[in-house]
C-alpha cells in the first residue's frame, strides 16, 4: 500500500476535508444570509450570558456570608445582558457596531492630531498619518450612520473568507491526491 493511500484512509486526512466541508458550509451560510447568522450567534451568546448569570447567582447563595464578593450583582448583570439580547435582537446587533464606529472615530480623531504634530515637528511623511487618520475618522462615521450595514458587510466578509479558506484547503487535499 502506497505512502498517500495511508495518508487518504488516515483520520487526519479525513478531518481535515471534514473541517474544509464545514468551513465552505459556515461560509455560504454566513455569506447568504448574514441576518440570520448574526441572529444565530447573538442569541447562542445571549443564552450563554443567562446561563452563566443564573450560575453565578447560584454560586452567591451557596457561599457562606463573606464570600462571594460581586457574584451577585456580576450574575444579575450578565442575565440581563443575556435577556435584552434575547428581547431586542435588532438594538443590540445595531448597538455594538455603532460602539464600535465611536471608537474609530475617536482613534482617527487622535490620529489626526499626531499628523498636525508630526507636521510642526518638521516630519516628512505627516501627510501619510494625515491620510491613514482621516480614513479612520470616515470609516467610523460611515459605521455609525449606518451600523446595521456595517455588521452585514462584516459578516459577509468572514463568511466569503471562511470560504476562501475552504477552498485553499480543499485545493491542498486534492493536491495531496495526486
Not at 484512509?9 to 468551513?23: E, G, H, I, T
Not at 452567591?60 to 457574584?71: K, M, T
Not at 431586542?88 to 504634530?117: K, M, Q, R
Request: with cysteine; charged share 10%.
Amino acid at each position: 500500500m502506497s505512502k498517500f493511500s495511508d495518508l487518504k484512509n488516515s483520520r487526519v486526512f479525513k478531518d481535515a476535508v471534514a473541517r474544509a466541508v464545514l468551513l465552505l458550509v459556515c461560509g455560504l451560510v454566513l455569506t447568504i444570509s448574514p441576518w440570520l447568522s448574526a441572529q444565530i450567534v447573538l442569541r447562542l451568546g445571549a443564552a450563554a450570558l443567562i446561563l452563566y448569570g443564573a450560575y453565578q447567582v447560584f454560586r452567591y447563595f451557596r457561599q457562606s456570608v463573606d464570600a462571594g464578593q460581586g457574584l451577585f450583582a456580576r450574575g444579575l448583570i450578565a442575565a440581563s445582558a443575556g435577556l435584552i439580547a434575547l428581547i431586542t435582537p435588532y438594538l443590540v446587533l445595531e448597538l455594538v457596531p455603532t460602539l464600535i464606529g465611536f471608537v474609530l472615530t475617536a482613534i482617527g480623531i487622535g490620529d489626526l492630531e499626531n499628523a498636525v504634530s508630526m507636521k510642526r515637528r518638521g516630519l516628512t511623511r505627516w501627510h501619510v498619518a494625515l491620510v491613514f487618520a482621516l480614513v479612520v475618522v470616515a470609516l467610523g462615521a460611515l459605521i455609525i450612520v449606518n451600523p446595521f450595514f456595517s455588521a452585514m458587510s462584516l459578516i459577509r466578509f468572514i463568511g466569503i473568507s471562511m470560504m476562501i479558506t475552504a477552498a485553499l484547503e480543499l485545493v491542498s487535499i486534492w493536491g495531496l491526491n495526486q
